[in-house]
């Protein structure tokens, strides 16, 4: 069976970026390939978390996985600092991977612009340990939103690089899962690209009605179109993008025509989009309160996700030591 991996960073609650470009088809994909999802741990301290709230960021998107509808029976949910063979190979490739490579990647380049005061190694090498969650489970399918296209390419260069230089064929190559369409990119509500957990335009999947509805109706929009059939600017089209993911085919060409002929109510437009947000995560929010309190089922899950990681990855580590020259005395 194809094996699947994905992961998420615990830096805070998931929005619907996470959601629609990633948790969703991790769901949807679980009963037809073996499955390794984990929560990113070790990437988020690239970023320096606090220690206090660390724990319990891991605990929510755990809480957060499961209430979206992972089944821990189904597909192996672990923590990544809880499978030490990630890091043992991340040590490894770091050994092939280079400093000006790693200094070209966008979201290197991105951190460094805006954090300038903390460009620490872990950042520079970030694609590195991706890679290195990706190969030691030897993951064909990786899901994944546009934002990791680039950390996907490295890890299929880092495999190729590692079994070319070692002669070896320890590693398949990675590649991005296609769910039609490419790879998704969910605006945030501020008309400022993508929504994400830094930029504070996002809504989450635990947010509740009243919070939800709140945001939706400051979503910035423009005065109106005037010329009938003319493009949306950009602000509008994420309305639309984002009305496309959670409202039917119906309600979306409903407020198309209502803006080709010029008589769209930004109003609606929005009272709609919110009452459809809450049809898809409202449900989520309540699971994720319920399974929140259970700490003794996610322990349980946490453990039996870390033996079926471990017992994956240690083979590939097995092979990877044993390429790189190691033997026993
Ligand atoms: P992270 O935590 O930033 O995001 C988790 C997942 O959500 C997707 N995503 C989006 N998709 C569409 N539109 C958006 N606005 C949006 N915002 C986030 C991301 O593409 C991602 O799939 N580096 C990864 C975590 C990671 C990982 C891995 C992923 C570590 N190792 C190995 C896959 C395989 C990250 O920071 O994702």
């Not at 919070?211 to 939706?216: A, G, R």
């Not at 009272?271 to 898809?280: F, P, S």
């Not at 309540?286 to 946490?302: G, H, P, T, W």
Request: glycine share 6%; charged share 25%.
């Amino acid at each position: 069976m194809e094996i699947v991996l994905s992961g998420i960073r615990p830096t805070g609650q998931l929005h619907l970026g996470n959601y629609y470009g990633a948790l969703r088809n991790f769901v949807r994909i679980q009963d037809k390939y073996e499955c390794y999802y984990f929560i990113a741990d070790l990437h988020s301290l690239t970023t320096h978390p606090h220690p206090d709230d660390f724990h319990a960021n891991v605990k929510n998107i755990l809480a957060e996985y499961l209430a979206a509808g992972l089944d821990p029976e189904k597909s192996a949910l672990y923590i990544q600092s809880d499978v030490p063979e990630v890091s043992e190979l991340y040590v490894l490739l770091n050994m092939l991977a280079y400093k000006g490579e790693l200094e070209r990647t966008a979201a290197f380049k991105d951190k460094v612009r805006h954090n300038p005061e903390n460009v620490n190694a872990g950042l520079l090498t970030y694609p590195v340990l991706m890679a290195s969650d990706i190969l030691i489970q030897r993951a064909n399918w990786v899901p994944v939103g546009k934002d990791q296209d680039q950390h996907l390419e490295m890890s299929r260069v880092f495999a190729k690089r590692f079994n070319n230089f070692y002669g070896v064929e320890v590693f398949p190559e990675p590649h991005a899962m296609d769910f039609g369409g490419g790879s998704l990119k969910v605006p945030g509500l501020d008309g400022n690209g993508k929504m994400g957990k830094s930029e504070g335009n996002g809504i989450y999947l635990a947010d509740d009605e009243k919070t939800i509805t709140k945001k939706v109706m400051r979503a910035v929009t423009d005065s109106g179109p005037t010329v009938p059939n003319s493009p949306k600017p950009v602000v509008i089209e994420n309305l639309f993008t984002l009305l496309k993911l959670v409202s039917t085919p119906d309600t979306v060409e409903f407020f198309d025509e209502k803006w080709n002929d010029c008589s769209i109510r930004y109003g609606d437009l929005k009272k709609q989009l919110a009452a459809d947000i809450c049809k898809v995560t409202l449900p989520i929010r309540e699971r994720i309160i319920e399974i929140s309190q259970d700490n003794d089922y996610l322990a349980k899950v946490v453990k039996s996700g870390c033996e079926r990681a471990r017992a994956n990855a240690s083979k590939t580590l097995e092979a990877a030591r044993k390429a790189v020259g190691f033997r026993k005395f």
